[in-house]
């Protein structure tokens, strides 16, 4: 069965550069980096306003949107690093938005 592209490539405009990381260290105390990338996504940004004892913090967060899997050796994508519009973001957390049947949909790495 052909499953609808919820994120098809038309949509995926924007340059970006993705290193992702796997479970442990290097010897030398560095996270491993298993996929590294540079790929065309769907970026969407924002900021939220946090307040705390000194008065205010401004959290920037966006989410990359990719169509299928980007990483398909990596059952689970639980970090790493993007480039996007110039400015380094940490990945938050990845998620692999499944069909029915179990193939990936597509992939959104959430960022701050």
Do not use: W
């Not at 590294?36 to 913090?57: F, H, S």
């Amino acid at each position: 069965m052909k499953y609808v592209k919820l994120v098809p490539d038309a949509v995926c405009k924007t340059p970006i550069s993705v290193k992702l990381h796997g479970e442990g260290l290097t010897e030398r105390g560095e996270p491993i980096t298993v996929f590294e990338a540079d790929l065309m996504c769907n970026y969407q940004d924002g900021a939220k306003t946090v307040m705390t004892q000194q008065k205010k913090l401004v959290e920037i967060s966006g989410r990359a949107f990719f169509n299928g899997d980007i990483a398909p050796d990596m059952p689970v994508i639980s970090g790493g690093e993007v480039k996007v519009f110039g400015v380094r973001r940490h990945v938050l957390r990845g998620l692999k938005a499944r069909n029915p049947d179990g193939t990936v949909n597509y992939t959104c790495l959430e960022l701050i």
